[in-house]
Structures are given as C-alpha cells and as structure tokens.
C-alpha cells in the first residue's frame, strides 16, 4: 500500500518556525515527484511547493518563496517542508503528496498527485 504519514505542525506565533514531515511507505521518494499543499475553510487545497524526483528544482509558491523549504531525505524515506518567519496567513491544514511521474509542476493541480497526507495543522498566532 502507497501511503504517506504526517507529523508535525503545530502552534507557533508570528515570526517562528515550524516543521511539518512526512514518512513515505510502499515507494521510493526518488522516483516520485514531491509536493505540499495548504487548505484553509472554504478554499480549495493551493500548492506551496514541489521538488522532482531527481532532488532537483524546488518550486515555491510566490508567498512562502524566501521562507519555506522542501526537502526529502531518501535514506529515512521522508519529506519535509521547514516553514520560518511564519505568518498568521500561513494558518492552514498542509497536506503533502507524491506524484508518480517525478515532476515538479509550479502551481500543479490535486490531480497530478495520486498519494496524499492526512493532513496536519498549523496555527500561526498574530
């Protein structure tokens, strides 16, 4: 079975740091493009950042650009989004995801990816 696990988020105030992981079981992180997502209530999931199967071209949305990082390590089997100077506007659930066609696609659809996250919260407090 394909799955990814989260852990982390949390509460932070304005201007801390946060990260948010996830554990990959059933595939290989180096042959799957790597993306996380954030949902606010009312909204459609928006993408903040992806990286290719090669490890290779982050991408980051325009908001957190400068602020978020995305990495994999591929021994441990995980993904992480490191999230500094944080804002009350980053407050959202963050999904993170797998595509099995290794890209990194700037603002990539839900539907490129096949394999999601449960989900974790973050809470930026101003």
């Known amino acids: 079975q394909l799955r990814l696990v989260e852990s982390g988020g949390g509460l932070v105030q304005s201007g801390g740091s946060l990260r948010v992981s996830c554990t990959a079981s059933?595939?290989?992180?180096?042959?799957?493009?790597i993306g996380w997502f954030r949902q606010v209530p009312g909204k459609d999931r928006g993408w903040v950042s992806c990286?290719?199967?090669?490890?290779?071209?982050?991408r980051y949305a325009e908001s957190v650009q400068g602020r978020f990082t995305i990495s994999r390590d591929l021994n441990k089997g995980t993904m992480d989004l490191q999230m500094n100077r944080l804002k009350s506007e980053d407050t959202a659930v963050y999904y993170c995801?797998?595509?099995?066609?290794?890209?990194?696609?700037?603002?990539?659809?839900?539907?490129?990816?096949?394999?999601w996250g449960q989900g974790t919260q973050v809470t930026v407090s101003s």
């Open positions: 059933g595939f290989r992180l180096d042959e799957y493009g």
């Open positions: 990286m290719n199967s090669g490890g290779r071209g982050a």
């Open positions: 995801a797998a595509e099995r066609l290794g890209r990194c696609r700037r603002s990539a659809p839900e539907d490129d990816f096949e394999i």
